[in-house]
């Protein structure tokens, strides 16, 4: 069974901090990692994608890395802005089937 | 282009009722995917279909859920009769290409089911 675990639950940074969320997964055998963005109210937003092959991903201030074989993924964010604020998932999709595997998220805040 | 769309965003019934949601994906999307968030849980999945077929339903807690996606364009979900427990957030998700899993998933806004 698939377990996916987010750290921390929720932080809270001033603008212009660096950051780094944290997940994790216990079954190595996935087919890719996705992070997610969802605003209050609102539907979940892929931000990045890491195929099992690959390392990392970057978009703007965003880079997600993967450590398949540890079982660890992390997305950092560089240069914080309160825009950011939302919350982050977590989600493995094991071999083929297509079905994703959430954690429960970090619930960001950045305050001006 | 119009995004994946869920209706009603909001759903407010009694314990034994009977409640249909709907999905409309993205045009040309052949996946159709439907998760829930239970409060305090993570988000899990119920079902997947490919085109107007189920190819996995191991997701769907019991025979109480019934997910459709006649012609393969919209889907619903029914919940018949509801209970406490199927209360959360019922999310849709839809992509285009069912053979690669790799592929950009795009997720409504979802309907907030609460049975009292």
């Known amino acids: 069974k698939q377990e996916v675990t987010q750290i921390p639950a929720a932080l809270s940074v001033p603008e212009g901090e660096n950051l780094v969320l944290n997940c994790s997964f216990t079954?190595?055998?996935?087919?890719?990692l996705q992070w997610f963005r969802q605003d209050p109210g609102k539907g979940l937003t892929s931000l990045l994608l890491i195929q099992s092959s690959q390392r990392e991903q970057t978009s703007g201030r965003l880079n997600a890395s993967l450590d398949k074989s540890s079982g660890r993924s992390t997305l950092y964010i560089a240069a914080s802005q309160p825009g950011d604020s939302a919350t982050y998932l977590c989600?493995?999709?094991?071999?083929?089937?297509?079905?994703?595997?959430f954690g429960r998220g970090t619930q960001l805040t950045v305050w001006p | 282009e119009a995004g994946v769309t869920q209706f009603p965003s909001h759903s407010v019934i009694e314990k034994g009722q009977t409640v249909t949601l709907r999905c409309d994906p993205i045009?040309?999307?052949?996946?159709l995917y439907w998760y829930r968030r239970v409060m305090g849980k993570e988000i899990k999945f119920l079902l997947h279909?490919?085109?107007?077929?189920?190819?996995?339903e191991s997701g769907m807690p019991n025979n109480r859920f019934l997910a459709e996606r006649t012609g393969g364009t919209y889907s619903t979900l029914k919940v018949q009769p509801a209970e406490l427990e199927d209360s959360g957030v019922y999310f849709c998700a839809s992509s285009q290409d069912p053979r690669d899993y790799n592929e950009k998933l795009f997720f409504g806004s979802g309907t907030q089911l609460s049975v009292l």
């Open positions: 989600a493995v999709t094991r071999s083929t089937l297509g079905r994703l595997y």
């Open positions: 279909f490919v085109k107007e077929s189920k190819q996995d």
């Open positions: 045009s040309g999307h052949d996946n």
């Open positions: 079954d190595s055998a996935i087919y890719n």
